[in-house]
């Protein structure tokens, strides 16, 4: 009833919310993918999204039409595998950073398992130097981890906006000339690196308040108050707000979001799961963060 090339172009299109996206990704040019979509919607008797000339949203029966195309999708490859021994084999040695691992990822490899079922996919949770000299040693293929902008290794996922963060309403009290309180890594992290780099250069005192080891950490010390850290501003939960330029605190350079391969791995399974996240690329956010921010706070008040 749903021609599985329909299905597939129609989930391309919901995950990145984009017709060229979408083209690019599944090899189609786009007046194809249009055909597809509209084939599709004459199935199902339904409008399953709502694009203009600036944006594609999803109606109500495309939500739905999500949950069923992985279904189809995963169905049909199973079928698939099972009949002709096609698809991609073997094992795939993952790794993410934890602070990522808490975003969309885990659910989109869930998806990507339903998708290639003959995969054996293992999962590294750390941090990324500690990720980054794995893939160097060959014990994890492919990596998704945080680089700085134009470091030339790896692939590009997305671009991003490194900020000061801190939770609402708490006062720091670097604005009474006291030292601007830090959660950091231990060392080394470049995140610890940049901060103390980046107050050092603009003249700001600064005191290491809290040494947290993982994300959750992090989270936990400045969801209590006890200073202020770095995150990706994609990344920035909703409880958390950017500390404002008007605090006197410098600003930050970006990163970028990069899939690093070791050069040995298998090239299929890798291509398949690299695919698979940048066609994902709108959906990595906290997985918590599910607001709109309503913005910083004062100053003085963060």
């Given amino acids: 009833m749903f021609p599985p090339d329909q299905v597939r172009t129609f989930l391309a299109v919901a995950q990145s919310l984009s017709f060229t996206q979408a083209a690019t990704t599944l090899g189609l040019r786009q007046p194809t993918v249009s055909q597809h979509i509209r084939k599709l919607e004459e199935t199902v008797g339904r409008p399953l999204l709502v694009r203009d000339t600036r944006s594609v949203t999803l109606t109500v029966d495309g939500e739905a039409m999500v949950g069923f195309a992985r279904s189809i999708l995963a169905a049909h490859a199973q079928a698939a595998d099972y009949f002709t021994g096609a698809g991609v084999r073997g094992r795939l040695r993952f790794g993410v950073t934890d602070d990522l691992a808490l975003t969309q990822v885990p659910r989109i490899l869930r998806d990507f398992r339903h998708l290639n079922p003959g995969l054996t996919l293992d999962l590294t949770v750390s941090q990324g130097i500690q990720l980054q000299r794995r893939v160097e040693s060959g014990h994890v293929d492919v990596a998704f981890l945080k680089t700085p902008p134009g470091d030339g290794r790896g692939r590009l996922v997305r671009r991003d906006r490194q ?4 939770v609402e309403g708490s006062n720091l009290g670097w604005h009474d000339e006291r030292p601007v309180p830090l959660i950091v890594y231990p060392a080394p992290s470049p995140s610890r690196e ?3 780099q980046k107050l050092e250069q603009a003249g700001v005192r600064y005191r ?20 202020v850290s770095i995150f990706p501003r994609s990344l920035l939960p909703t409880d958390l707000v950017e500390v404002p330029a008007s605090t006197g605190l410098p600003e930050l350079p970006e990163l970028d979001l990069v899939l690093l391969t070791n050069p040995h791995a298998p090239a299929e399974p890798v291509e398949a ?8 690329t709108n959906r990595i956010r906290p997985i918590h963060d599910t607001r709109q921010r309503t913005g910083a706070p004062a100053a003085g008040k963060e």
């Avoid at 900020?163 to 801190?166: D, E, M, N, Q």
């Avoid at 799961?273 to 994902?280: E, K, Q, S, V």
Wanted: proline residues 0%; positive net charge.
């Fill in 163 to 166: 900020v000061w963060a801190a």
């Fill in 194 to 196: 940049l901060a103390v």
């Fill in 208 to 227: 290491l308040a809290c040494t947290a080891r993982g994300h959750n950490a992090v989270l936990a010390a400045t969801r209590a108050g006890l200073g």
């Fill in 273 to 280: 799961l690299t695919t698979t996240i940048l066609a994902h």
